[in-house]
């Protein structure tokens, strides 16, 4: 077959999905029927495919694009890069990944001095689980049901989901309840009585799988594809201190959150909260290049000073991804992106999300923080039933034909657009939103 890609002929979405479906296995599908949307390019908030037609982004593709799509400024940095060295292995100093780790550690709180790099969030979650385990000399990992961490090895075990079940293979992992009142498994029908009854379940599980065995507490800091899950107010300096009490150490996957997501640059920042280790990717620079890391408090650094650490992998720290993270961050500072993520969050997105649920009995939640929201739609309020996957699946392709890109689990629509959108397209896509959550109306029992 010719190469479309150094075809001089005009090429179609036809010719794209056709040359896909016979060479590309995709994730997390069974393959057979799969028909993927074509995109041939894209800008600010903003993608096409080869017909012309046009969408307006609110899923920033898998909660990554956070800076948008093409910026001058990032790809600025890409191509100095490309000039001056394309690739280097990890043992050597680059240029590229000392002012990476540099920028990052200027962002994070007081105490942290070090950055392994990665090549994605999953392999961020494993080295963070591997430094724990060789720093505390203890093996057991804690982490929640309602949580995605990655998959890979043990950032699959660590997650909560039921995707985690046909890939246990990792030792070590138990789970927890992490709080969600609105499906509470507590009993709960308070934040306040939340928050107490799962730091109070997290005890006792420390309690019983022996403290003394658990090398480390993983958590989102704001549980993202589990469903936006917002922790009440205390439970993350809970979990701080049960962290401390016991001698464990706390991981905070900050992979989806952070970076501007939760409108700050961490959304750890917003509990109060310092953890020992910080797991990122996606939003760092935007997945312009695949790169993720582990950032490392002091204590922690300073041990592998001494001792060992067996870890590594061939494109940690790959130059091209350090020069896209650097172009990401400076651009994000200098065009003031986290603080735009918090207004349009607070001014536009969050009042607008409340005001369709307010007239679309579908919904039954909405929840979130800055440009990281959640609508939990359901087909009855009083029982929360939530709305059947087919009807999930026909909201999607609705919304995809009318020019919107959603991000939709289960019964949910994670509304989560890149942080440098603008105020009237958010607008422009809650109309869209509105207009077919309206057609859907028949799903409420």
């Known amino acids: 077959m010719t190469s479309l890609f150094n075809n001089a002929t005009a090429v179609s979405n036809q010719d794209v999905r056709q040359l896909d479906r016979e060479y590309v296995f995709h994730s997390w599908s069974a393959q ?123 950032a699959i075990a660590a997650t909560g989901d039921a995707r985690r079940v046909p890939n246990e293979y990792s030792r070590g992992h138990v789970h927890f309840f992490n709080p969600y009142l609105y499906r509470s498994e507590f009993s709960a029908v308070t934040e306040e009585e939340e928050c107490s009854r799962a730091l109070a379940h997290l005890r006792r599980v420390i309690e019983c799988e022996g403290p003394a065995a658990i090398a480390a507490i993983l958590l989102e800091s704001v549980p993202g594809t589990a469903g936006i899950l917002v922790p009440p ?10 962290a401390d009490e016991f001698g ?15 409108g700050s640059w961490f959304a750890f920042e917003q509990d109060g909260v310092v953890p020992d280790l910080v797991t990122f990717a996606k939003g760092v620079n935007s997945g312009y290049v695949p790169a993720g890391g582990v950032l490392i408090s002091e204590p922690i650094s300073r041990y592998f000073d001494d001792h060992f650490f067996a ?34 969050g607070r ?65 949910r629509i994670h509304v989560v657009p890149p942080c440098v959108i603008r105020a009237e397209q958010v607008t422009q896509g809650l109309g869209i939103l509105d207009s077919v959550l309206g057609a859907f109306g028949h799903l409420v029992e």
């Open 32 to 154: 057979g029927g799969l028909n993927p949307l074509v995109i041939a390019g894209a800008e600010g908030c903003e993608l096409w495919d080869y017909d012309g037609k046009r969408y307006l982004d609110f899923s920033s593709q898998l909660v990554n694009v956070n800076i948008g799509y093409q910026h001058p400024k990032v790809l600025a940095a890409m191509r100095a890069q490309l000039d001056a060295l394309v690739t280097i292995a990890p043992a050597t100093a680059n240029l590229a990944r000392g002012e990476a780790a540099k920028r990052i550690v200027e962002l994070a709180p007081a105490g942290f001095d070090k950055v392994f790099f990665t090549n994605a969030g999953a392999d961020a979650n494993e080295n963070a689980i591997r430094m724990a385990r060789l720093y505390t000399g203890r093996d057991k990992v804690l982490s929640a049901y309602r949580s995605y961490h990655g998959n890979t090895g043990s």
């Open 347 to 411: 001014t536009t997105l969050r009042p607008g999300l409340d005001a369709l649920a307010a007239k679309h009995a579908l919904i039954g939640e909405v929840r979130g923080r800055g440009l990281f929201q959640a609508l939990e739609l359901v087909s009855n309020r009083q029982t929360k039933k939530p709305i059947a996957a087919a009807g999930m699946a026909a909201i999607k392709s609705a919304l995809t034909e009318a020019g919107l890109l959603s991000f939709v689990v289960e019964n």
């Open 233 to 242: 107010a205390g439970y993350m300096q809970g979990v701080r201190a049960l």
């Open 311 to 344: 870890g590594g992998l061939t494109y940690s720290g790959h130059p091209l991804a350090m020069a896209a993270i650097v172009g990401t961050l400076d651009a994000m500072k200098e065009e003031g992106v986290v603080e735009n993520a918090a207004a349009v």
């Open 248 to 262: 464990i150490v706390l991981i905070l996957d900050e992979v989806m959150a952070g970076f501007g997501r939760t």
